[in-house]
């Protein structure tokens, strides 16, 4: 991948880059070690003769003469070079001198005990190992520090690719996926450390995108598709309406029609909301007696019976907005369609049943189909549909059946 091998590179170019530096700072470090621990050699030298020499004046009819060869004393009766005189003030202790030639000269002040004073020059040219020696030395450290920097860049390219390698592989994993419609499974997504918090992050962010998507996609197809034909038969009515008035079974079918779009407009907007996918514990018996409640008057009204074959301690884990418009609509389909004023829910197992008489004959095949209506239904065709949006919603499985004039709706509730 482009983007993450030019990150490597900029890891890498940062890390060698700040090898580099450190070489060069380490040799330039050395070069000066070596310089100061030569001069301070030489300093310490000459101290120590300069001691010798004052130590020796102190002596009767001493002559102070120097130890070493390319060491000289000039006293008040010598003449010291101008050159020499200029360099070593009469306010100075000591002082280093470069001739215009390869000779090298450190001056120090002797001071004897008559108040007198004398400089001791020492030429130190064949001293110098290091001065003399620089070339040998800048090979040696430039050797030594080529060979480190290699070391290290080798280092640094294998900590920056071992570095880089968990965001490499992350890129990757999102780029193969992020086409797909399932939701995405990144790596290091559970690892404790800053790499599986954005792994996890940036998986459920994802996973939410697609989600919302997916909702935004589905609500479109569905009030496309599920409105159109309540549409057409308000349109048609009202175009009959203003040439004649409406009859009473108009204006009953219009209001029905109305209700049921209004219906069907609430359970998709449920479905699109990302608030309908937080799940929580419901009492199953205790929640269809409520619902029942709700619709009380219409089935007092048709003097419906509805017996609950289930006990109190059935529960089901799942958003109570989507199962008040599952249970509504299951229950609203057994008033409008059942041939005798009686509704069986009975949980069986992991399954929730309700049953009611019919004489119509059910297609099994297209009764969960958008727009399937039964002979004289005044919905829009689309409770069974609806319901089976709701429960993949839920992550629920919805069947029918029918045998013996029985029609069965059937809920698995195993998710």
């Excluded at 939701?183 to 962010?205: C, H, R, W």
């Excluded at 029905?256 to 996918?277: D, G, I, P």
């Amino acid at each position: 991948m482009r983007e993450t091998s030019k990150l490597q590179r900029k890891v890498f170019a940062i890390l060698g880059g700040f090898t580099l530096l450190l070489c060069l700072v380490f040799f330039a470090i050395c070069m000066m070690v070596a310089y100061v621990v030569e001069d301070h050699l030489l300093d310490n030298l000459l101290a120590g003769e300069v001691r010798h020499l004052e130590q020796q004046a102190q002596w009767p009819d001493s002559i102070p003469e120097p130890r070493l060869p390319y060491l000289t004393l000039y006293t008040k009766d010598q003449i010291i070079p101008p050159e020499l005189r200029t360099a070593l003030p009469d306010h100075t202790e000591k002082a280093e001198w470069f001739s215009d030639s390869e000779f090298h000269f450190h001056l120090r002040r002797v001071h004897f005990s008559d108040n007198s004073s004398a400089v001791l020059v020492a030429e130190v040219s064949e001293l110098l190992t290091v001065t003399r020696q620089s070339s040998q030395l800048l090979w040696l450290f430039a050797s030594a520090c080529a060979l480190t920097l290699l070391l290290a860049l080798y280092c640094a390219y294998r900590i920056s690719h071992k570095t880089i390698a968990p965001v490499v592989t992350l890129a990757k994993a999102v780029k193969q996926q992020i086409n797909t419609d399932s939701e995405i499974s990144l790596p290091y997504n559970n690892e404790q450390d800053e790499i599986g918090y954005l792994a996890s992050t940036l998986q459920e962010t994802i996973n939410q995108l697609k989600q919302t998507l997916r909702r935004e996609t589905e609500f479109t197809r569905d009030t496309s598709h599920e409105l159109r034909t309540g549409l057409t038969i308000l349109k048609g009515t009202l175009t009959l309406s203003q040439n004649r008035e409406m009859t009473k079974l108009e204006k009953t079918e219009l209001l029905e029609t109305v209700t049921s779009m209004e219906e069907t407009v609430k359970t998709l907007l449920a479905l699109a909301r990302s608030e309908s996918l937080k799940p929580e514990n419901i009492p199953l018996r205790a929640f269809l007696e409520e619902r029942l409640l709700v619709q009380h008057q219409a089935l007092a009204q048709k003097h419906f019976k509805v017996d609950l074959k289930l006990g109190y301690k059935e529960r089901a884990l799942a958003n109570r907005l989507l199962v008040t418009l599952l249970f509504d609509n299951l229950i609203s389909n057994a008033l409008q369609h059942a041939s005798s004023p009686e509704l069986v829910i009975a949980y069986k197992g992991d399954t929730l049943c309700f049953e009611n008489a019919t004489d119509n004959q059910l297609d099994l095949e297209t009764a969960l189909l958008p727009g399937q209506k039964k002979d004289g239904s005044d919905g829009i065709g689309q409770g069974l549909f609806l319901a089976k949006r709701i429960c993949e919603a839920l992550n629920w499985t919805i069947s029918v059946q029918y045998r013996k004039n029985i029609y069965q709706c059937a809920l698995s509730l195993t998710q």
